[in-house]
């Protein structure tokens, strides 16, 4: 039986707990292969600080562009060594069939960039659009959804953990 689904059948779990701090991956290997292929197209966007990162880099001073300046030059490089640290993670981590939650929580920071830098692209707002299939950005929408279902289920698999903690 494939790991995948029918649209008649619920999507089997990808992340669940199994044990304190231990969480099961279950990522069938066409979506395996899709987070590899976007791990490294967001490393080259983090790397080269592209616009469509914005988000991974929040300001802190809006109304002053001067202190705004310098919390990116104190703060930038610091922020973009953790999300390549999360993607570096992920990509070791990829092939496992078991995460513990140091891992799961990096996960979580790479799923959560590329959702961010995916919505900046799409222009994603609280509510997604309701598309045709022929519709050239349908691809990109779905990707988006799958990567914040597969957010949904790592926070409730660690939020188990957290609540016990």
Same mark, same amino acid.
């Given at each position: ?46 790397? @080269? ?81 309701? @598309? ?5 950005d349908a691809p990109a929408y779905a990707v988006y959804e799958y990567l914040g279902w ?12 957290l609540a016990q903690s």
């Amino acid at each position: 039986m494939s790991e995948g689904y029918t649209e008649l059948e619920e999507p089997k779990p990808r992340i669940s707990r199994v044990g304190a701090g231990r969480f099961a991956l279950r990522l069938p290997r066409p979506e395996r292969l899709l987070l590899r292929s976007l791990l490294s197209e967001l490393q080259q966007l983090v790397e @080269g600080r592209d616009p469509t990162t914005r988000r991974l880099f929040p300001p802190a001073y809006h109304d002053d562009p001067e202190k705004e300046r310098e919390y990116q030059s104190l703060m930038g490089s610091e922020l973009a060594a953790s999300r390549l640290s999360a993607i570096e993670t992920v990509r070791k981590t990829l092939n496992e069939s078991e995460l513990d939650q140091q891992a799961l929580e990096r996960w979580m920071e790479a799923i959560n960039s590329l959702r961010l830098v995916l919505g900046t692209r799409l222009e994603a707002g609280e509510e997604l659009p309701v @598309g045709a299939p022929d519709d050239p950005d349908a691809p990109a929408y779905a990707v988006y959804e799958y990567l914040g279902w597969l957010m949904e289920q790592a926070v409730q698999a660690i939020s188990v953990d957290l609540a016990q903690s």
